[in-house]
């Protein structure tokens, strides 16, 4: 019984008789270099957190993102798109107005000037057909006025002077071309005219020879 007290108390002291003895050798391997270890001294605090630092399960190494964050990922590119969509959708509305507005305008402007031109044809189409309508008008004054003054003076009308008669004989109304107003609208609104004026100055002779002589 005695001998077996003594070998559980040998098993016992014996470690602490291996560390101090490790100690011992460390201690003597410092001073044979020159230097003195220093013993530390950390409060428990000190050592709580080395052992939380080398401890595995303090700080748990994630393997990659958690599924609320994948989620949360999605949505907001979910989002991001349904928002690209949303003013590509706009743009895309907006040119279209555009497009249409600057077709419209166009039709507008290009029928707005098909009309002035339409509308200009057809006043000088009218103002045309008005100054022939006047140069008719002169002709046939002129001509009744001649158609007179060749009655009195083959009548040989002593109340008349009979010599200016006589001298307006070979001074008839001459005839006029036709003037359609349709081609040469200018040119035929020139030669209205200008007959118009030839007529007035032979109606004024006319009507002059026509005015009885006083005795």
């Given amino acids: 019984m005695d001998y077996l007290l003594g070998l559980v108390q040998q098993r016992v002291r014996r470690p602490e008789t291996v560390r101090n003895r490790q100690a011992e050798n460390r201690r003597n391997r410092s ?18 957190r080395i052992s939380n630092r080398r401890s ?7 393997g990659g993102p958690s599924f609320d964050g994948i989620i949360a990922a999605g949505v907001q590119d979910g989002v ?13 509305v907006l040119s279209l107005v555009v497009s249409f507005a600057l077709c419209c305008g166009g039709a507008f402007y290009w029928w707005d000037t098909q009309g002035k031109v339409k509308r200009a044809r057809v006043e000088a189409e009218s103002s045309c057909s008005q100054q022939v309508g006047r140069m008719t008008e002169s002709y046939n004054k ?42 040469d609208l200018d040119g ?13 100055r032979l109606a004024v002779e006319y009507r002059k020879a026509l005015v009885p002589v006083k005795k």
Wanted: proline share 4%.
């Fill in 31 to 48: 001073t044979v270099h020159g230097t003195v270890a220093k013993p530390s001294f950390q409060s428990s605090e000190g050592r709580a």
């Fill in 56 to 62: 595995p399960a303090a700080h748990p190494v994630t």
């Fill in 80 to 92: 991001l798109w349904v928002r690209k969509r949303r003013r590509k959708m706009i743009a895309t």
């Fill in 142 to 183: 002129a001509l009744r006025l001649y158609g007179q003054v060749s009655s009195k003076f083959s009548e040989l009308d002593g109340s008349y002077d009979l010599d200016a008669l006589a001298a307006l004989q070979d001074r008839k109304p001459e005839g006029y071309r036709l003037l359609h107003c349709s081609t």
């Fill in 188 to 200: 035929d609104v020139r030669d209205a005219k200008a007959l118009k004026r030839s007529y007035d």
